[in-house]
């Protein structure tokens, strides 16, 4: 059933065209995910589809009767009102207690509020998820989503995206944080020149189709190119030659990312970073913190021991509160442990990008304000300029000479970041620094952070960008330790589900040897949850099943590839490519087995 259609929608602002000639519908079932720049028009476009604004032009069709939830980006909740009047209404207390969704809504967004407080008095991440309670409480036909993820904790972001898949309402969603968009979205409106260009999946899929379409259209501009190349030379010799039409044909989407290198050479970083940093980074010798002082609010570390080593990527996880940027302030010098000890690295040149903008003059130009700390900077093996990362970071052309006063808060936090890279660091502590970011500019600071050796040290609620510029993640479970995720978010998920915390802690031990790649290690495993130490023997023969399981897995992986283009090649012959399907599926699930016994082993390992 079509919910709602749009026939050639345009909408400016200004001079500028967001919406051009727009035509598109959304049926019964979608669950579209909206991507682009910001300021490209995604908000536009969504709230035109709510209709919150009316279109320059054009015309919006609704469905009779629908029932349309919105969450924008500012919300509109009465400040006199309880966050239970807000959310819940009139409804008496024993029908929503007795309703299981209602709970477990309340529970995973706002379990951790007061219902008699008042909504005038909260924070306005507090505000942020109220609204989304009071929305996914009511029934909707179309749910539209605004960045619902602002002020959202992995944890909670898992519970939405699950939430959303199981509603039977129509879904559509702008976000940057692309791990949720992959989990809740089948389709992807991208948002860009003022046109609507649509993908089936979600973001992996989308962007593979888009590599797809840029490796397609870049085919068809070299044969343009070589067809004119040959016309030239024809004119200026005579009679044409005789030339073979070239043959062309569309591999498979996976194919544009078969002969990647991986996104970082981690050997070579390691190596750069220990001679930058030398042994020592930060060592935490039998540290107590409370995240309000000495004694004071909720205890985050407990005689705990670390050690962050020359090279190290770590992703810092946990609950909101659980004090994750409270162990950012002391890595970085800005509060000091109630007791025990932080060694800090002789050679520490460090970064630290807090959650507020403070340092910032208001009077400056963007470019003047980047290049008053280096006009230029090494990023690997290039030389780049201020005004060079800049355009990376999103600020191109004028914008480079914008008064820092009018920026909006996402544009400052690109900025400071920059200051920050700019002042060659070779420690990094980032706190939130996805926060208003858009697709386009998280890519290109990944694609920096990449080629940045150093020590690394990361909050961000963000999943995606999380798992993708580190290397291990150590999480906050609210025991005072500190807990190492061979299974990255995925495991403390699962640790956070089961109520499990198995960290490692100081004082039971002396501090661990230091693993040859550079990697952090605990100190010391918890007293009572240690492993039982392995025979030379044993071990032995761990790492040789290891090394067998490595080696099919290699295997499996050339066969895979095999398939692949063989895949290809029967693209027009329906029996052969059933065949060679049902024998990938067969390498997939050899393949997963094996995975999961390697992971197994590896956890034995301690590797």
Request: include cysteine; glycine fraction near 10%.
């Amino acid at each position: 059933m079509n919910l709602v259609n749009l026939e050639s929608v345009s909408h400016a602002y200004g001079p500028k065209p967001l919406l051009g000639e727009v035509s598109l519908g959304i049926e019964a079932g979608d669950r579209i995910g909206v991507v682009g720049r910001n300021g490209d028009g995604k908000t536009t476009l969504i709230s035109v589809i709510a209709a919150a604004i009316k279109p320059d032009s054009g015309r919006v069709t609704h469905n009779r009767g629908l029932r349309i939830g919105f969450l924008s980006q500012r919300d509109d909740l009465d400040p006199a009102l309880t966050v239970r009047e807000v959310v819940l209404g009139e409804r008496a207390e024993h029908e929503w207690a007795g309703d299981q969704a209602t709970r477990e809504i309340l529970a995973n967004l706002i379990g951790d509020l007061d219902l008699s407080a008042r909504a005038g008095e909260l924070s306005g991440g507090e505000r942020r998820r109220t609204a989304l309670a009071r929305l996914l409480i009511e029934e909707h036909d179309l749910v539209i989503l605004d960045e619902p993820t602002n002020h959202l904790d992995i944890e909670a972001i898992a519970w939405l995206a699950g939430h959303l898949i199981q509603r039977r309402s129509a879904l559509l969603v702008v976000t940057h944080d692309r791990w949720f968009l992959d989990a809740v979205s089948t389709r992807t409106w991208e948002v860009v020149d003022g046109t609507v260009q649509r993908y089936e999946g979600g973001y992996a899929a989308y962007v593979l189709a888009k590599a797809e379409r840029a490796r397609i259209a870049q085919a068809a501009e070299d044969r343009r190119q070589n067809l004119m190349r040959k016309e030239i030379a024809w004119l200026r010799r005579g009679p044409p030659a005789r030339t073979s039409k070239p043959k062309f044909r569309i591999e498979a989407a996976q194919a544009l990312i078969a002969n990647e290198p991986p996104a970082r050479d981690s050997v070579e970083l390691v190596k750069f970073a220990a001679a930058r940093l030398g042994r020592t980074v930060y060592d935490l010798e039998r540290v107590t913190l409370h995240a309000g002082g000495p004694g004071e609010g909720p205890l985050v570390l407990d005689d705990c021991t670390w050690q962050f080593g020359p090279g190290d990527r770590v992703g810092l996880i946990g609950v909101n509160g659980s004090g994750k940027s409270s162990v950012l302030r002391l890595l970085g010098d800005g509060v000091q442990p109630d007791s025990g000890k932080v060694v800090r690295g002789k050679t520490v040149r460090l970064a630290y990008l807090s959650q507020e903008l403070t340092e910032l003059d208001p009077g400056r130009r963007v470019l003047e304000t980047v290049e008053e700390v280096r006009k230029f900077i090494q990023v690997g093996k290039r030389e780049w300029t201020a005004s060079q990362l800049l355009e990376r970071l999103g600020f191109r052309g004028e914008a480079q000479w914008k008064v820092v006063g009018d920026l909006s808060g996402g544009e400052r936090r690109r900025l400071q970041l920059l200051r920050l890279l700019m002042d060659d660091p070779n420690v990094l502590l980032l706190d939130e620094p996805t926060n208003d970011l858009d697709i386009e500019t998280l890519n290109e600071l990944e694609d920096l952070l990449d080629a940045w050796p150093g020590t690394l040290v990361l909050v961000s609620h963000d999943r995606y960008f999380l798992e993708r510029v580190t290397d291990r993640c150590v999480a906050l479970l609210g025991d005072g330790g500190l807990s190492l995720l061979p299974g990255g978010v995925d495991e403390y998920l699962q640790r956070r589900a089961s109520g499990t915390a198995v960290t490692a802690r100081a004082g039971s031990a002396p501090a661990a040897t230091r693993p040859q790649d550079g990697a952090s290690a605990p100190a010391a495993e918890a007293e009572g949850t240690a492993a039982p130490a392995l025979s030379a023997k044993e071990l032995r023969e761990l790492r040789k099943d290891l090394g067998r399981l490595e080696r099919q897995l290699d295997r499996i992986s050339e066969r895979e590839t095999v398939l692949h283009a063989a895949m290809a090649d029967a693209a027009a012959d329906y029996g052969r490519l059933a065949t060679l399907d049902a024998e990938l599926k067969d390498l997939q699930s050899q393949k997963e087995t094996i995975e999961l016994e390697w992971m197994d082993l590896a956890d034995k390992l301690g590797e």
